[in-house]
C-alpha cells in the first residue's frame, strides 16, 4: 500500500490549499480515510476522516468550518481543502487510510500513511 500526497505550500494567513493523497495497491472504495497533522514539537493529531461511500465527514474543531475532506473513488484520491489557514495550521499533513467503514477519528486505528507534505502560513 502507498499514500503519496501533494499540493502542500506557503501561503499567507486568509488564503487556500488543497492537498491531494493518491492511494495505490488498495481497494480504495473499502478504504476509511483521513488526514492528520503535526506542528514542530508536538504530537501528531487528527484533522479529519471520511467513510467509504464519502457520505459521512469528521472533523476536529479547529478546522471545523474551515477545512474540507472529500474523496474521488473512481480516481483513487483524497483531497483535503483548507480555506482561511491561519498559522496555527502550520504543520506537516499525513493521509492515512484504515479499513473501518465509518469515519475514524484513533490515530491508532490507521495502518497505512503517506510521508506529508508541509504546510506554512506565515504569522
Known amino acids: 500500500v502507498q499514500l503519496v500526497e501533494s499540493g502542500g505550500g506557503s501561503v499567507l494567513a486568509g488564503n487556500s490549499l488543497k492537498l491531494s493523497c493518491k492511494v495505490f495497491?488498495?481497494?480504495?472504495?473499502?478504504?476509511?480515510l483521513g488526514w492528520f497533522r503535526q506542528a514542530p514539537g508536538k504530537e501528531r493529531e487528527f484533522v479529519a476522516a471520511?467513510?467509504?461511500?464519502?457520505?459521512?465527514?469528521s472533523y476536529a474543531d479547529s478546522v471545523k468550518g474551515r477545512f474540507t475532506i472529500s474523496r474521488d473513488n473512481a480516481g483513487n484520491t483524497l483531497y483535503l481543502q483548507m480555506n482561511n489557514l491561519q498559522p496555527d495550521d502550520t504543520a506537516v499533513y499525513f493521509c492515512?487510510?484504515?479499513?473501518?467503514?465509518?469515519?475514524?477519528?484513533?490515530?491508532?486505528?490507521?495502518?497505512?500513511w503517506g510521508r506529508g507534505p508541509q504546510v506554512t502560513v506565515p504569522s
Open positions: 495497491g488498495r481497494t480504495f472504495s473499502r478504504t476509511g
Open positions: 492515512a487510510a484504515n479499513a473501518d467503514a465509518d469515519t475514524i477519528t484513533e490515530i491508532e486505528k490507521y495502518d497505512s
Open positions: 471520511i467513510s467509504w461511500s464519502g457520505g459521512s465527514q
